[in-house]
Protein backbone atom coordinates (compact mmCIF):
# COMPACT_ATOMS: atom_id res chain seq x y z
CA UNK A 1 0.00 0.00 0.00
CA UNK A 2 1.14 3.21 -0.24
CA UNK A 3 2.35 5.68 2.38
CA UNK A 4 3.63 8.73 3.59
CA UNK A 5 4.77 9.25 7.05
CA UNK A 6 6.14 12.75 7.64
CA UNK A 7 8.56 12.97 11.06
CA UNK A 8 8.65 15.06 13.23
CA UNK A 9 4.65 16.03 13.87
CA UNK A 10 5.10 19.76 15.43
CA UNK A 11 8.85 21.46 14.98
CA UNK A 12 9.69 24.45 16.88
CA UNK A 13 12.52 26.92 15.90
CA UNK A 14 13.83 30.02 17.55
CA UNK A 15 14.34 32.08 14.14
CA UNK A 16 17.64 31.40 12.76
CA UNK A 17 17.61 27.97 13.59
CA UNK A 18 18.03 25.43 10.26
CA UNK A 19 16.47 22.36 10.76
CA UNK A 20 15.44 19.61 8.09
CA UNK A 21 11.79 17.97 8.03
CA UNK A 22 11.67 14.58 6.98
CA UNK A 23 9.42 12.51 4.09
CA UNK A 24 9.56 8.88 4.27
CA UNK A 25 7.63 7.39 1.73
CA UNK A 26 6.59 3.58 0.54
CA UNK A 27 5.22 3.92 -3.25
CA UNK A 28 5.04 1.19 -6.06
CA UNK A 29 6.42 3.45 -8.77
CA UNK A 30 6.79 6.81 -8.03
CA UNK A 31 5.83 9.30 -10.62
CA UNK A 32 6.78 12.58 -8.24
CA UNK A 33 6.93 14.20 -4.77
CA UNK A 34 5.24 16.95 -4.07
CA UNK A 35 5.61 19.60 -1.15
CA UNK A 36 3.52 21.98 -0.25
CA UNK A 37 2.53 24.93 2.91
CA UNK A 38 -0.13 25.02 4.25
CA UNK A 39 -1.62 27.90 6.56
CA UNK A 40 -4.36 27.46 9.39
CA UNK A 41 -7.74 27.15 7.21
CA UNK A 42 -5.98 27.56 4.18
CA UNK A 43 -5.79 25.50 0.70
CA UNK A 44 -1.98 23.84 0.54
CA UNK A 45 0.30 26.31 -1.39
CA UNK A 46 2.85 24.52 -3.89
CA UNK A 47 6.48 24.33 -3.13
CA UNK A 48 8.34 21.94 -5.03
CA UNK A 49 8.31 18.63 -7.24
CA UNK A 50 10.86 16.38 -7.18
CA UNK A 51 10.64 13.60 -9.46
CA UNK A 52 14.00 11.45 -9.00
CA UNK A 53 16.75 10.08 -6.57
CA UNK A 54 19.57 13.01 -6.10
CA UNK A 55 16.97 15.82 -7.45
CA UNK A 56 17.26 19.03 -5.47
CA UNK A 57 14.98 22.15 -5.80
CA UNK A 58 15.06 25.88 -3.77
CA UNK A 59 13.32 28.84 -2.82
CA UNK A 60 14.23 30.99 -0.99
CA UNK A 61 15.23 29.42 2.74
CA UNK A 62 13.64 26.08 1.33
CA UNK A 63 15.54 23.47 0.06
CA UNK A 64 13.86 19.82 -0.77
CA UNK A 65 16.23 16.73 -1.53
CA UNK A 66 15.08 13.18 -2.77
CA UNK A 67 16.24 9.40 -2.16
CA UNK A 68 14.52 6.74 -3.33
CA UNK A 69 13.18 6.06 0.28
CA UNK A 70 12.61 9.55 1.48
CA UNK A 71 12.62 13.54 1.13
CA UNK A 72 13.83 16.55 3.55
CA UNK A 73 12.84 20.12 3.71
CA UNK A 74 15.93 21.84 5.08
CA UNK A 75 14.92 25.14 5.99
CA UNK A 76 17.78 27.75 6.43
CA UNK A 77 18.18 30.43 9.04
CA UNK A 78 14.05 30.63 9.55
CA UNK A 79 12.22 33.43 10.36
CA UNK A 80 8.37 33.55 11.69
CA UNK A 81 6.89 34.20 8.39
CA UNK A 82 7.79 30.58 7.66
CA UNK A 83 5.73 29.17 10.48
CA UNK A 84 2.97 26.58 8.81
CA UNK A 85 2.24 23.27 8.34
CA UNK A 86 4.58 21.18 5.39
CA UNK A 87 2.62 18.78 3.90
CA UNK A 88 4.55 16.26 1.80
CA UNK A 89 2.74 14.05 -1.31
CA UNK A 90 3.41 11.46 -3.32
CA UNK A 91 2.05 10.39 -7.41
CA UNK A 92 2.23 6.73 -8.15
CA UNK A 93 2.26 5.59 -11.52
CA UNK A 94 -0.77 3.18 -11.76
CA UNK A 95 -3.27 5.30 -10.37
CA UNK A 96 -5.09 7.98 -11.26
CA UNK A 97 -2.73 11.46 -11.93
CA UNK A 98 -4.90 13.41 -9.45
CA UNK A 99 -4.16 10.88 -6.98
CA UNK A 100 -1.83 12.72 -4.44
CA UNK A 101 -1.12 11.20 -1.37
CA UNK A 102 -0.35 12.97 1.01
CA UNK A 103 1.24 12.72 5.26
CA UNK A 104 -0.13 13.99 8.06
CA UNK A 105 2.04 17.21 8.07
CA UNK A 106 4.88 18.68 10.07
CA UNK A 107 3.77 21.95 11.82
CA UNK A 108 6.73 24.58 11.88
CA UNK A 109 6.56 27.06 14.44
CA UNK A 110 9.29 29.98 14.07
CA UNK A 111 9.59 32.05 17.52
CA UNK A 112 11.56 35.43 17.16
CA UNK B 1 -3.72 34.60 -14.41
CA UNK B 2 -6.20 33.60 -12.17
CA UNK B 3 -6.04 31.14 -9.71
CA UNK B 4 -8.13 28.16 -7.98
CA UNK B 5 -11.34 29.58 -6.38
CA UNK B 6 -14.20 27.84 -4.43
CA UNK B 7 -17.58 28.45 -3.23
CA UNK B 8 -18.45 28.92 -0.53
CA UNK B 9 -16.05 29.40 1.94
CA UNK B 10 -17.87 28.02 5.09
CA UNK B 11 -21.33 26.01 5.25
CA UNK B 12 -23.06 24.62 8.01
CA UNK B 13 -25.46 21.89 6.96
CA UNK B 14 -27.48 19.22 9.16
CA UNK B 15 -27.57 15.49 8.91
CA UNK B 16 -28.89 13.91 5.95
CA UNK B 17 -28.98 17.07 3.96
CA UNK B 18 -27.40 17.26 0.42
CA UNK B 19 -24.43 19.60 -0.59
CA UNK B 20 -23.00 21.30 -3.57
CA UNK B 21 -19.53 23.22 -3.70
CA UNK B 22 -18.11 24.73 -6.62
CA UNK B 23 -14.79 25.23 -7.85
CA UNK B 24 -13.24 27.37 -10.79
CA UNK B 25 -10.02 26.21 -12.31
CA UNK B 26 -6.70 28.20 -12.78
CA UNK B 27 -6.78 29.47 -16.27
CA UNK B 28 -5.17 26.79 -18.82
CA UNK B 29 -6.06 23.99 -16.48
CA UNK B 30 -8.34 21.26 -17.65
CA UNK B 31 -7.82 18.57 -14.98
CA UNK B 32 -9.48 19.24 -11.99
CA UNK B 33 -9.09 16.67 -8.52
CA UNK B 34 -11.32 16.82 -4.85
CA UNK B 35 -9.56 16.65 -1.52
CA UNK B 36 -11.50 15.97 1.97
CA UNK B 37 -9.18 16.97 4.80
CA UNK B 38 -9.90 16.12 7.81
CA UNK B 39 -8.60 18.52 11.23
CA UNK B 40 -4.83 17.59 11.94
CA UNK B 41 -4.51 15.33 8.90
CA UNK B 42 -3.25 15.36 5.74
CA UNK B 43 -5.67 15.74 2.16
CA UNK B 44 -7.55 12.61 0.86
CA UNK B 45 -8.22 12.56 -2.27
CA UNK B 46 -11.86 12.16 -3.57
CA UNK B 47 -11.54 11.90 -7.64
CA UNK B 48 -10.38 13.18 -10.34
CA UNK B 49 -12.16 14.95 -13.36
CA UNK B 50 -10.80 15.21 -16.61
CA UNK B 51 -12.85 16.28 -19.68
CA UNK B 52 -15.92 16.31 -18.31
CA UNK B 53 -15.61 12.05 -17.16
CA UNK B 54 -14.28 10.93 -14.08
CA UNK B 55 -10.67 10.01 -14.18
CA UNK B 56 -9.97 8.15 -10.91
CA UNK B 57 -11.63 8.11 -7.43
CA UNK B 58 -10.97 7.04 -3.67
CA UNK B 59 -12.26 5.46 -0.72
CA UNK B 60 -15.10 7.15 -0.77
CA UNK B 61 -18.64 6.33 -1.03
CA UNK B 62 -20.63 6.98 -4.09
CA UNK B 63 -22.96 9.54 -2.25
CA UNK B 64 -19.85 11.65 -3.46
CA UNK B 65 -20.25 12.46 -6.87
CA UNK B 66 -18.86 15.05 -9.29
CA UNK B 67 -19.44 17.02 -12.33
CA UNK B 68 -16.87 18.87 -14.53
CA UNK B 69 -18.18 21.78 -17.09
CA UNK B 70 -16.45 22.38 -20.68
CA UNK B 71 -14.94 25.24 -19.09
CA UNK B 72 -12.66 22.97 -16.48
CA UNK B 73 -14.97 24.54 -13.58
CA UNK B 74 -16.65 21.47 -11.13
CA UNK B 75 -18.57 20.89 -8.81
CA UNK B 76 -18.49 18.18 -5.71
CA UNK B 77 -22.17 17.33 -4.35
CA UNK B 78 -22.22 15.24 -1.37
CA UNK B 79 -25.76 13.56 -0.77
CA UNK B 80 -27.62 12.27 3.08
CA UNK B 81 -24.46 14.31 4.67
CA UNK B 82 -23.21 12.93 7.96
CA UNK B 83 -21.46 14.32 10.82
CA UNK B 84 -18.03 12.92 9.47
CA UNK B 85 -18.17 14.45 6.30
CA UNK B 86 -17.35 17.68 8.54
CA UNK B 87 -14.08 18.82 6.94
CA UNK B 88 -12.40 21.44 4.95
CA UNK B 89 -13.30 20.74 1.06
CA UNK B 90 -10.29 21.41 -1.07
CA UNK B 91 -10.53 21.49 -4.91
CA UNK B 92 -7.21 21.39 -6.89
CA UNK B 93 -6.50 22.14 -10.65
CA UNK B 94 -3.32 21.29 -13.07
CA UNK B 95 -2.75 20.19 -16.75
CA UNK B 96 -2.60 17.19 -17.40
CA UNK B 97 -0.02 15.39 -14.53
CA UNK B 98 1.95 18.42 -13.55
CA UNK B 99 2.08 20.33 -10.19
CA UNK B 100 -1.56 20.53 -8.70
CA UNK B 101 -2.50 23.82 -7.25
CA UNK B 102 -5.02 24.24 -4.56
CA UNK B 103 -7.63 26.77 -3.96
CA UNK B 104 -8.47 27.94 -0.40
CA UNK B 105 -11.08 25.32 0.25
CA UNK B 106 -14.78 24.94 1.70
CA UNK B 107 -15.09 24.62 5.27
CA UNK B 108 -17.93 22.08 5.94
CA UNK B 109 -19.68 21.22 9.26
CA UNK B 110 -22.31 19.00 9.53
CA UNK B 111 -24.84 19.29 12.64
Known amino acids: EDQVTQSPEALRLQEGESSSLNCSYTVSGLRGLFWYRQDPGKGPEFLFT???AGEEKEKERLKATLTKKESFLHITAPKPEDSATYLCAVQAYGGSQGNLIFGKGTKLSVKP | ETGVTQSPTHLIKTRGQQVTLRCSSQSGHNTVSWYQQALGQGPQFIFQ???????GRGNFPPRFSGLQFPNYSSELNVNALELDDSALYLC??????????FGQGTRLTVV
Open chain 1, 50 to 52: LYS
Open chain 2, 92 to 101: ASSLWSTEAF
Open chain 2, 49 to 55: YYREEEN
